[in-house]
T-cell receptor, first 116, second 118 residues
Framework: DTGVSQDPRHKITKRGQNVTFRCDPI?????LYWYRQTLGQGPEFLTYFQNEAQLEKSRLLSDRFSAERPKGSFSTLEIQRTEQGDSAMYLC??????????????FGPGTRLTVL | AQTVTQSQPEMSVQEAETVTLSCTYD???????LFWYKQPPSRQMILVIR??????QNATENRFSVNFQKAAKSFSLKISDSQLGDAAMYFCAYRSAFGGGSNYKLTFGKGTLLTVNP
């Protein structure tokens, strides 16, 4: 399967702990996006990368959050000192940036984070 | 900022019947894309159908079609001949057609949970 993959699928942690999620995009895709989806809500944009450059960050991404995409391939999203309000599904998506037309974003299965 | 509103938290339909999911949006932009995404339980989100704002013709993909009313800023999804596999959360989403900055992000509504009854 050559779709977007995310690891782990589920993560349970205690408040105050650090967690890191990984996203592997579709191999030729140069754009990668992170979204957060809380219960009863639609996904909300967090940040995106074009290749290895992080081009935009939402105000939702507090200082405790950091994302990287070394070498423009996989990406990691780290949350430091987790809080109960961080409990959510974290979705990764990727797209192939081409000039002109829209670029469909393909989503991964998500990582569900529960902070106790 | 753009907003997307889905006013139906839940909908149900009998198998083989037709159902319409509603979506309205707010934007000051003249060119943009609208999408319907399907999120089955515990499975990843997939694109169902998209509409480009500059195209007046409503998009159709097999049993799925949209009613795009640009002036009213309305974008509804019609599912014909509903199947059990259509049961899922459906999200309406907006994306600017202008590049740069966070314009590539998708802005989603809260979703409509569709149940298909056999």
């Amino acid at each position: 399967d050559t779709g977007v993959s995310q690891d782990p699928r589920h993560k349970i942690t205690k408040r105050g702990q650090n967690v890191t999620f990984r996203c592997d995009p579709i191999s030729e895709h140069n754009r990668l996006y992170w979204y957060r989806q809380t219960l009863g809500q639609g996904p909300e944009f967090l940040t995106y990368f074009q290749n290895e450059a992080q081009l935009e960050k939402s105000r939702l991404l507090s200082d405790r959050f950091s994302a990287e995409r070394p070498k423009g391939s996989f990406s990691t999203l780290e949350i430091q000192r987790t809080e109960q309000g961080d409990s959510a599904m974290y979705l990764c998506a990727s797209s192939l940036e081409t000039s002109g037309d829209y670029n469909e974003q393909f989503f991964g299965p998500g990582t569900r984070l529960t902070v106790l | 900022a753009q907003t997307v509103t889905q006013s139906q938290p839940e909908m149900s339909v009998q198998e083989a019947e037709t159902v319409t999911l509603s979506c309205t949006y707010d934007t000051s932009e003249s060119d943009y894309y609208l999408f319907w995404y399907k999120q089955p339980p515990s499975r990843q989100m997939i694109l169902v159908i998209r509409q480009e704002a500059y195209k007046q013709q409503n998009a159709t993909e097999n049993r799925f079609s949209v009613n795009f009313q640009k002036a009213a800023k309305s974008f509804s999804l019609k599912i014909s001949d509903s199947q059990l596999g259509d049961a899922a959360m459906y999200f309406c989403a907006y994306r600017s057609a202008f590049g740069g900055g966070s314009n590539y992000k998708l802005t989603f509504g809260k979703g409509t949970l569709l149940t298909v009854n056999p």
